[in-house]
């Protein structure tokens, strides 16, 4: 039998208060890598009308690379998992939301226009290709737990920014600490990329779960890696890859009171 013992109502208000707001330890103690956007397969299967037209879109909103630059060889001592759509996003988009603001543009989680190139779903497609996306997030969510950060891995076009390195967040309970945001920012930094936060892009994939967890995107400029019209990677891509395993290094021997 527990020893514990109430006093009055006043006094468990001034525990529980005293609990929630003590300091709390936060530390990563495993990083999850998402990759949606890096796969190419399944768009032989698709009902897009001129898919000629689609391969310039392709080509250009394809993460080219993400799964190899993103991933470290030491995944296992650096205690790092990874999720990897291999599907195209022109076939399944795993990084939409249910009733994505941009489903009504045709650019939700299964993709029916795209710049003037338009798609055929039937209903039985729609419910296997659902199936799949639920599959993806709950794998996602069981790599996760309350010490986890989950890193959005991506890349984009470079006529879109001068930017070399967007850092995504959001402006949530998923956020990383400042320190966190800074730690990234830096390794990149030292190297002379240009970093900057929630530009061009923002937010970072932040499944719900029952517990609270740390979000963050890396978007990549694909001129740093790679020649966008041959499709073929260059030397950068080594170096790309070099500091984002220092900076795993770093981040998961993190931790810090909030």
């Known amino acids: 039998m527990s020893n514990l013992r109430f006093g009055n ?27 949606p956007h ?3 397969s399944g768009l032989d299967s698709t009902c897009w009308i001129h898919k000629l037209s689609l391969l310039n879109e392709v080509r250009r909103w394809t993460d080219w690379y993400t799964d190899v630059i993103f991933v470290p060889d030491d995944v296992t001592s650096l205690k790092i998992h990874s999720i990897i759509a291999t599907n195209s996003r022109f076939v399944l ?40 996306y639920t599959a993806h997030q709950e794998e ?8 986890s950060l989950l890193i959005d ?33 830096e390794g990149f930094d030292r190297q002379g990329y240009k970093v900057r936060v929630n530009e061009p892009y923002s937010n970072s994939i932040a499944p719900v779960t ?19 019209d041959t499709l073929e990677v260059t030397s950068g ?14 981040l998961i021997n993190h931790s810090e009171l909030t």
């Not at 891509?237 to 770093?250: C, D, E, F, H, P």
Request: contains cysteine.
């Open 237 to 250: 891509a080594k170096l790309v890859r070099n500091v984002l395993r220092q900076i795993y290094g770093i």
């Open 140 to 147: 996602l969510k069981s790599l996760l737990n309350e010490h």
């Open 9 to 35: 109502n006043c006094d468990i208000k001034e525990d529980f208060m005293t609990t929630i707001m003590s300091p709390r330890l936060r530390y990563y103690d495993n990083l999850v890598l998402h990759i």
């Open 153 to 185: 891995c991506h890349s984009f076009p470079s006529e879109l920014s001068d930017v070399d390195v967007c850092i995504g967040v959001n402006d949530d309970w998923s956020r990383p600490s400042d320190f966190v945001i800074g730690i990234v920012k």
């Open 93 to 132: 988009d795993m990084e939409r939301l249910i009733n994505d603001p941009l489903e009504k543009e045709g650019q939700g989680i299964i993709y029916t226009s795209f710049s003037g190139v338009h798609r055929e779903v039937d209903v039985e497609e729609k419910k296997r290709l659902m199936i799949r």
């Open 210 to 228: 029952n517990f609270i967890y740390s979000s963050l995107m890396i978007e990549l400029n694909k001129r740093i890696y790679m020649n966008e």
């Open 38 to 40: 890096a796969g190419i």
